[in-house]
């Protein structure tokens, strides 16, 4: 399913919801366009492997208050989203 939600006050496109995925990731790309400070960068630990099961870079993760909204309600959360350095039809992974 590809939806889009509001993070840090700015619509994002192009979302994928991945059931099968345990983490949620931001594309490189995205957190440039969304204009984050990378000094809200935090280092992550770990790697991720992609769809192809090649090794993703992972450049730290970032929490960001996320908005998800249909016509009736609306909730929003802090998301910690996994930053890779990787090309992507999407903006954001949601697992």
């Known amino acids: 399913m590809v939806i889009s939600v509001v993070t840090i006050g700015r619509k ?3 979302v994928l919801i991945n059931q ?3 983490t ?3 594309f490189c790309g995205t957190f ?3 204009q984050i400070s990378p000094d809200q960068l ?3 630990d770990g ?3 992609g769809f192809v099961g090649a090794q993703v870079n992972v450049r730290g993760y970032v929490e960001l208050r996320t908005t998800f909204s249909d016509e009736n ?3 929003t959360i802090t998301v910690k989203y996994i930053v ?3 090309s992507s039809a999407y903006n954001l992974l949601l697992g």
């Open 20 to 22: 099968g995925s345990s």
């Open 42 to 44: 935090r280092p992550y």
């Open 73 to 75: 309600a609306a909730r």
């Open 12 to 14: 994002v496109y192009r």
């Open 32 to 34: 440039t366009n969304l």
């Open 84 to 86: 890779v350095n990787a």
């Open 47 to 49: 790697s991720l492997v």
């Open 24 to 26: 949620e990731v931001i």
